[in-house]
């Protein structure tokens, strides 16, 4: 897997949670939260990397989502806005959500010369505010990785409620049918994988409290059976990225 396809990023969730308990000032946590240690153990010091992989990785969501001038788009997770900016560059306005403050301000602050974004603060799923059939694309970026089938579920109602008829749905997932699988054309997508997992059940059987901020392993069958009990129907799947339109 490529360094883009897997990046760590904020969920939801009872429990205290790493991205929720951050603060603005200490930019090398909020970092190493949102990308994890791939760009070092300084990552302040790679920010113009960090923002350029996530920008291209953003792009992948646009082109799959068919997002364009004349679209209202919501962003689930911004982080810190390094990809929302390129989404208020290709929309005509975006929504971009976080359930961490600490994000939303480095965001705000990040996006500040784009004047089409509102940032939004949101918790315990809920897109509250947010007005029915007035959006034309969600994009959720490197968050439904972090997300179990509930949360999944309780997502996808509220997608459904903002979006207008026929609105897209375009979010990554760690699929748990390409563990441990030989594939010679996706040797090292798989390879990096197989590494998350086994280091994530070590952090597990450390402390499995943290389960909330670990990859959750969901299949596409499962998702799409829940999406289509949330009103979507399944368009495309493209490497991690699943795009569901509502019926």
């Known amino acids: 897997m490529t360094s883009d396809d897997l990046p760590p990023a904020a969920s939801d969730a009872a429990t205290p949670q790493p991205w929720t308990g951050l603060s603005l000032d ?24 960090i923002r350029a992989s996530r920008r291209r990785y953003a792009a992948r969501f646009v082109r799959q989502a068919g997002i364009n001038s004349h679209h209202n788009v919501l962003e689930i997770g911004s982080g810190c806005g390094f990809g929302t900016g390129l989404l208020a560059q290709r929309a005509a306005s975006v ?13 705000r602050q990040e996006c500040q010369q784009y004047h089409n974004i509102q940032f939004r603060h949101i918790e315990n799923r809920s897109l ?18 972090h997300l179990n089938l509930y949360d999944i ?85 493209y490497s991690a990225r699943l795009l569901l339109s509502k019926r």
């Open 128 to 145: 509250h505010g947010i007005d029915d059939h007035s959006i034309d694309a969600v994009v959720s970026i490197s968050v439904f990785i």
């Open 153 to 237: 579920y309780w997502y996808l109602l509220e997608c459904h409620r903002v979006l207008k008829p026929g609105g897209r749905v375009c979010f990554d997932f760690s699929d748990e049918h390409m563990l441990f699988r030989t594939n010679l054309l996706r040797r090292q997508r798989q390879a990096m994988q197989n590494q998350v997992f086994l280091q994530h059940c070590q952090d597990y059987r450390s402390d499995h409290h943290q389960l909330f901020a670990l990859l959750q392993w969901n299949s596409e069958e499962g998702i799409c059976q829940v999406a289509k009990r949330c009103g979507f129907r399944r368009v495309n799947r």
């Open 95 to 107: 929504i971009a959500c976080d359930i961490s403050p600490a994000y939303l301000d480095y965001a």
């Open 26 to 49: 200490d930019q090398r946590q909020m970092l190493i939260a949102l990308v994890g240690f791939e760009f070092g153990q300084q990552p302040e010091q790679q920010v113009d990397l």
